[in-house]
Antibody, heavy 121, light 112 residues
């Protein structure tokens, strides 16, 4: 079955960096756009970024543009999120999700279990 | 403040019907972009419930239905069950400068 497993979360100080990973299985990874979505504690969902199937085109939310970098390795069925210059407000559970496209409409199915990133001094 | 507006909470008794609204604007729902709905049970990742306004993915009970009109969309749940108690989020595409993917703020459904 389709499965997404995130890793790499943890505690980091403000201004620090962290790299999240998401390993996919059960589908042809290279055929799909992929995305990161986050959820701050007790808050709603916030889209972070998505990347096209080849990695040639990338979109970011304004809140992370210039600080976060999404990438993928289709040979390893893996999605990444490099997070730099982290701020307190980046504290959240970060979900990896497969993107279903009917451009420009996109939606997310399925989602991984999430990995918690805590930014605190 | 979310681009898509949902009521913070709704409630209903078992067996009843409830609806959750999702109000957008001319740069998202009103522009003709699709609305999708997710269910997030306590402590776990969101799950796709309705896509493309009204389509149910395989495995989603037909008690769940979606509709869209103008700048708004709705999720209806009939025959309410205790296990439906969850947070529900709408999502769409937005063509404004701050755009791309937008979510509603979420609605907490309580089954009385």
């Amino acid at each position: 079955q389709v499965q997404l497993v995130e890793s790499g979360g943890g505690l980091v100080k403000p201004g620090g960096s962290l790299r999240l990973s998401c390993v996919a299985s059960g589908f042809t990874f290279s055929d799909y756009y992929m995305s990161w979505i986050r959820q701050a504690p007790g808050k709603g969902l916030e889209w972070v970024s998505y990347i096209t199937s080849s990695g040639s085109t990338i979109y970011y939310a304004d809140s992370v543009k210039g600080r976060f970098t999404i990438s993928r390795d289709n040979a390893k069925n893996s999605l990444y999120l490099q997070m730099n210059s982290l701020r307190d407000e980046d504290t959240a559970v970060y979900y990896c999700a497969r993107v279903i496209t009917r451009l420009p409409d996109v939606w997310f199915d399925p989602w991984g279990q999430g990995t918690l990133v805590t930014v605190s001094s | 403040q979310s681009v898509l507006t949902q009521p913070p909470s709704v409630s209903g008794a078992p067996g009843q019907r409830v609806t959750i609204s999702c109000t957008g604007s001319s740069s998202n729902i009103g522009a003709g972009y699709d609305v999708h709905w997710y269910q997030q049970l306590p402590g776990i990742a969101p799950k796709l419930l309705i896509c493309a306004n009204s389509k149910r993915p395989s495995g989603v009970p037909d008690r769940f239905s979606g509709s869209k009109s103008g700048t708004s969309a709705s999720l209806a749940i009939t025959g309410l069950q205790a296990e439906d108690e969850a947070d529900y989020y709408c999502q769409s595409y937005d063509s404004s400068l701050s755009g791309y993917v937008v979510f509603g703020g979420g609605t907490k459904l309580t089954v009385l």
